[in-house]
């Protein structure tokens, strides 16, 4: 399918939920690609793989009981949070045990939950690997007011974000709130998670957290460019991944991320300074200088 | 908020009290972890323009004592006050040093925004930086002769250069007090010269500086004064007086007479 089709299909009413999976695919890989930039450069990737395991709880039981997925995907997420902070008080276990405890539980208890459902091995798959058919009206509006939620804070708490990923000691010792932050951070990720599942399943959704701003980290030494570069490339692949999977008759979440994997690999081979060609280049450039100058007295 | 200014104007714009009392006094603190003590009747005062160097084993409660002036560990029993004023994080501007190795380096960000993260607290909640606070990015950076790195992403500075970046951002506060943990680990001897002579240069403009270290040789050739720390502040006074008195050496490190620590301090 030419790209022009794909442009007709999406204008076409009676394909109308195609426009709205574009949106809410696009939304999502934004706000994922923003908050995602803290998630990758605080090594929080592991955080940020319990969190999406740990909303599905949450959305499980809105999904049995007709509510709000968000609302309950957010609960469940910011639960298991607190619990993770709660526990790892204890010195003799590190935090990485205690998610690695609690998020497998969460997770668990969303199956022994969505179980009790009528015709649940279909829904269980929707939520696992996504799903483009079915987004109401109602989720495009939640989707879209809870991004523009998320971008705010992350804005609005910029610097105090940035102090206190460069070292926690310091920001202390000047009186900023380390642990609200941190706090207000793994919320973040949950909203960014939540909203992200409905298209691209709670399973997958991680990549989209963390590979597009992996991808521009490497692209480039300047945050400011690196949080306006991850989302460019979440959107960018998520209209592409929707494109292909669309084309091709093939699972949308999936699709999305091999194509967000194809965009780091392309940046891990290309990029500036990192990059595997430029780093053959510095060494030839070295090499030639060595030789240039001669032997070293 | 308080006012930017140079630390003479801080110093002299300080209430009368501040004049008589040190800029920095730790009286009778008692700080617990876990149960255990670890500092103890910890007593130091230090004036305005001198250079301490805290000198101890490893587990003595160096970087315990450090932590307790900042604010961040709450010591069970005992005060500490900067200008005759209790310590309080954010309130008092103390500037921190931490050690090299507790600071995310590869995070892309340049030199002078890392210089800007000092002044987080005093910018406040939504608040960008003004005019004045670039000033103040622009002081800290010539202060430690780094100005024509500003831009530099602090990834790719080298060792003496990071440990630089730390200072000026605790300088950006312009604090009257700077605590330095092991300023000097993991540094070749050129990069410590360099760093010793900003610290005294930083003394002399009447800041007081409190440095642990391990390294005897340049402690006791740099500071104005030794604190011998274990468990509580053992001995403290000039280098050269502190270096005869072996016996209190001894004891704060628990080595016997013929350790080479020993034969350092006769050397000095």
């Known amino acids: ?297 | 908020m308080a006012e930017l200014g140079t630390v003479a104007e801080l110093v002299e714009a300080s209430s009368p009290t501040a004049a008589a009392s040190a800029a920095l006094e730790v009286r009778e603190v008692f700080v617990e972890l876990g149960g255990r003590p670890v500092l103890e009747h910890a007593n130091l005062t230090i004036d305005h323009g001198e250079l301490v160097g805290l000198i101890g084993p490893n587990g003595a409660g160096k970087t315990t004592l450090l932590r307790t002036i900042l604010g961040v560990q709450r010591a069970v029993g005992g005060e500490v006050t900067v200008e005759g004023r209790p310590a309080r994080p954010g309130r008092t501007p103390i500037g921190y040093v931490p050690q090299r190795h507790e600071f995310a380096w590869e995070f892309p960000i340049s030199m002078a925004d890392t210089v800007m993260t000092g002044l987080t607290r005093q910018l406040g909640l939504l608040r960008h930086p003004r005019e004045r606070h670039w000033l103040a990015v622009a002081d800290a950076l010539d202060r430690v002769r780094m100005t024509h790195l500003a831009k530099r992403p602090i990834g790719q500075l080298s060792g003496g250069q990071r440990q630089r970046v730390l200072v000026a951002r605790a300088l950006a506060l312009r604090p009257a007090v700077l605590l330095l943990d092991e300023p000097f680990t993991g540094l070749d001897m050129p990069a410590q010269e360099l760093l010793s002579e900003l610290f005294t240069d930083l003394a002399r403009e009447g800041r007081a500086v409190l440095m642990a270290t391990h390294d005897l040789a340049s402690a006791l050739y740099t500071c104005d004064r030794i604190a011998l720390l274990n468990r509580t502040v053992v001995a403290t006074g000039a280098p050269s007086v502190l270096a005869a008195d072996t016996a209190v050496w001894s004891d704060t490190f628990g080595v016997g007479e013929n350790s080479a620590l020993l034969r350092i301090l006769k050397a000095a």
């Open chain 1, 1 to 297: 399918m030419s790209p022009l089709d794909f442009l007709a299909n999406l204008l076409n009413p009676d394909l109308a939920f195609l426009p709205k999976a574009l949106a809410v695919a696009v939304m999502s890989s934004v706000v994922c690609g923003v908050v995602g930039s803290f998630v990758v450069l605080r090594g929080m990737a592991f955080i940020g793989d319990a969190v999406a395991h740990a909303v599905f709880p949450g959305l499980a039981v809105a999904f049995v009981v007709s509510g709000n997925l968000v609302l309950g995907g957010t609960i469940a997420g910011v639960l298991t949070a607190i619990l993770v902070a709660v526990f790892s008080q204890n010195r003799r276990l590190k935090e990485d045990s205690i998610i690695g405890v609690f998020f497998v539980a969460a997770f668990a208890l969303g199956i022994v939950v969505i179980s009790s459902a009528p015709g649940y091995a279909g829904s269980l798959q929707q939520f696992l690997f996504g799903s483009i058919t079915g987004i109401p009206d109602s989720d495009l509006w939640v989707v879209g007011i809870t991004s523009l939620l998320v971008l705010a804070v992350v804005f609005g708490l910029h610097k105090e974000f940035v102090t206190i990923s460069l070292d926690r000691e310091s920001a202390r010792a000047l009186g900023v709130p380390v642990f609200g932050l941190d706090l207000t951070l793994y919320i973040l990720v949950t909203l960014a998670v939540v909203i992200s599942v409905q298209t691209i399943g709670n399973i997958l959704v991680l990549a989209l957290l963390v590979t597009p701003a992996a991808t521009a980290r490497l692209l480039t030494d300047r945050l400011g460019v690196m949080m306006a570069l991850a989302p460019a490339i979440g959107a960018l692949s998520a209209l592409v991944g929707l494109y292909v999977s669309w084309s091709w008759d093939l699972p949308t979440g999936g699709t999305v991320v091999l194509v967000l994997t194809a965009a780091f690999l392309l940046g891990w081979t290309l990029g500036p300074r990192h990059g595997l060609f430029s780093r053959n280049r510095q060494r030839a450039a070295r090499a030639a200088s060595t030789h240039a100058g001669g032997v070293p007295a």
